[in-house]
């Protein structure tokens, strides 16, 4: 029955994983573009989180509030000044640029709050309380509720993109730019928007993250990067909902490899990358359009 | 200018749009030279030439999404030579591009609506469309990428009309389509034009481009080898014009008297 | 309006590979290579030390150079290889090899580890390639990690040298590093000389026209893949054999990507050159400002943005650009009669 519980552990995962992958496919999708420096940002976030927190002593969930929007208006001025820039020099360059801001974000990190890990929420019943659920399986609340906010994340990108005027406009652009020009759609302010939508919802996972565990600086790549790709390959290029799907498979995967070998909780999870690619390189969910 | 000379436009109108002297490069190559014309309110004209000609790119610089070297273009007047394609696209210069260019995962509806996002006030709504173009509305939610070619270019004349430009640009509407499909797409045009719009074209299909233009300019390798309206010029003209044929009679800059 | 063209008059022209100055380059780097050799008998241990680690440096850069500057693959993983290498070298040390042996071995066996590795990732587009490679590294480091007979976690010292005298294996260590650089320069610049640098170099300039004009874009990019592997590869076993152990943080960590990147990005991406430099800035950079911590990698990544923004060739591309030197001739010029040269096609 322990496996029960790692599989449900597994899908619960899987919410927050889909917080940090949802960004990083939306960016991908509308702009060709893969921001090396995505999970940092949401470092920051969690960090920025820590701070406000210490400084105002507001309730942590209050921070969110505050933290979210913040990180998600630096996105879009980040896109407009920095990647933009970057994008008009070509792909390679944004690759490179984007590279650079994830070293220095890191390294900035590191220096001024040094490698010790923090976390925000400690003591709060929301974190270490749970469901009980016949004698084996936990349902933790932080989990569940992450679940939730994912879902719900992801409900609202789509009905932003299938209902809103400028949902309909970020699709435009993502299906050609040039043609939404001759419309009158300015796309720098459109990728802009769909930059600081990546950032707030990656900016909601990192600050989740540090809830769910704690935060230090290379935690932006070495997990929130990798496990926001490989969600999104498992799950399919191009779709949002995919990236739950991925992300639970992850989850699933790894929770599984932990429970044969502890130590294989992460090597799990990647080879279940891997055997993806190889089998089903488009994804799981078969892609309906470009999105 | 005496009038036969404009072409038989009175000359104390304000072209609508006019280039002046643009000459495009890409990269080394030099696309248009010098090339200047102007489009009076309410008339339809026509840029022809062979394939790589220029007047693709002739249009493209007018919509702004090239920069020219040298020369200007002008709205009623106003220099919008430095602006940029949406800004342009506001102030009433719209192009329906080559080859369609529609959202393909956005419905047909869709595509209207992102066109009449930034719309200047006017007659066209996409009810309007609906009603100029009936097929259009029971299949409105359907994605554009399945519609076949002359569907597509509807739509697409639409998702321009919809904004309610003042002039509105059309980049090739024949290519790719079946004779009679361009026949009835260029068969809307007075229907378009009965509201006032004022139509600059490029077209391969110097037939259909004779049959609806006012005034036509002719281009070969960037440069003007012939000006003038469709009555004013022969067969013979138009064909050495077009091809660049030396020892025929070719006209350049004031319009022949016949 | 037919243009006046006729043929245009014959002018008589050559084509050459290279200036007179590239003589002199080569007599150089011969005269460089055997100074530098000498530097065991010449300078402190600490000097030499030094040196490996720019070595090491030198030759990732060079390699990462060729991914991204000629075969437009940006790779954040080649950690990956500088890790095989050096687990590799302690492989075949625990079977009795002797290490410095075992190198040129050990870089090969990553060039073949670099064939499925790249069937694996070679259909993904350019930024998901980037982050794919980067989760086989790690995926390789988690696999070998399960090893305890490779020292599990923490790393095992490699076997085959005890009984040397410090200051031959010193002397070794330093003349090993120095003969891979030298291999892995002396195999960019052959490569770039080659068919398929004629590929890479189209590829580099314009991929959309090379791929229409029909040259094998696919299979230049395989075979960089694999050379990259066996150069990262040896780099590492380098690495082993300077540090007498494997760890597999230190070896599989990213931050040997950063180095390699940012050391060829600064000196130059697309040129032989570049890295060059870009290893002897990124050296002193980390020399003096070792003591602040981080903040050398913090300013290497500003400058590292900044140069990919505004000067894309980096340091060698403005001494290029003002000199119109070629250390390395893999272009063409064309000479004409009158004797005014103009250069081919670029590099």
Redesign the interface.
Known sequence: MAWVNAIVQGVLTGGLYALFACGLSLMFGVMKVVNLAHGDLAVVAGYVGVGVITVTNIPVLWSFLIVVPVMAVIGYFLQRTLIQSALNRGVLTTLIVTLGLSMVIENALLQFFTANSRGIGAGMTLVTGSFSLGSQVELPYLLLVIFAVAVAVLLGLQWFLSRSSYGRLVRAVADDQEAAQLSGADYRHVFGIAAALALGTVALGGMAYSMYSTLDPTAGTDTILLFAFVAVVIGGLGSLWGTLLGGIVLGIAQQIGAQINISDELLAGYLVFLLVLVLRPQGLVSRRAQS | MTAAANGGRPDNDTPLLEVADLTVYHGQLRALDAISLKVYPGEVYAIIGANGAGKSTLLRTIAGLHHSTTGRVLLDGADVTALRPERRARQGIVMVPEGRRLFGSLSVEENLKVGATYARPGPWTIERVYETFDWMRGRRSQRTAQLSGGEQQTVAIGRALVANPRVLLLDELSLGLAPVIVQRIYGMLPQILATGLTVLLVEQDVSQALRVASRLQCLLEGRTTLEGTPADVTAEQVEAAYFGLTGAAAVLGEGSES | ???KAGPRAAESFRVTRSQRNVVWTGVGAVVVVVVLALFPYLVYSGTTSLMVQGFIVLTLASMWNLL?GYA?L?S?GQQGFVGLGAYFVLIFALHGLSPFVALPVAAIACGVAALPLWW??S??R???F???T???A??LM??I??FNSLGG?TGLPVPGFTGMSPTLLTAYTYWIGLAVTVAALLAVYLLLRSRVGLVLTAIRDDEVAARSSGARVGLARLLVFVVAGVGCGAAGAVLAISQLQVQPSADFS?SWT?EM??AT?IGG?GTIEGPIIGTVVYMVLQQTLASY???Y??I???V??LV??FA?RGLWGLVDEHLRVRLFPVGYWLRLAGGNDRSGRGR
């Open positions: 309006m037919v243009t991204a437009g940006v954040v694996l990732v259909r993904l350019s930024g998901y980037a982050i794919a980067w989760v086989l790690a995926t988690l696999f990690e399960r976690g990213v950063a990147a940012f990005i991406l911590n981080a903040w990698l913090i290497l990544g500003l590292a943005i990919a923004l894309r």
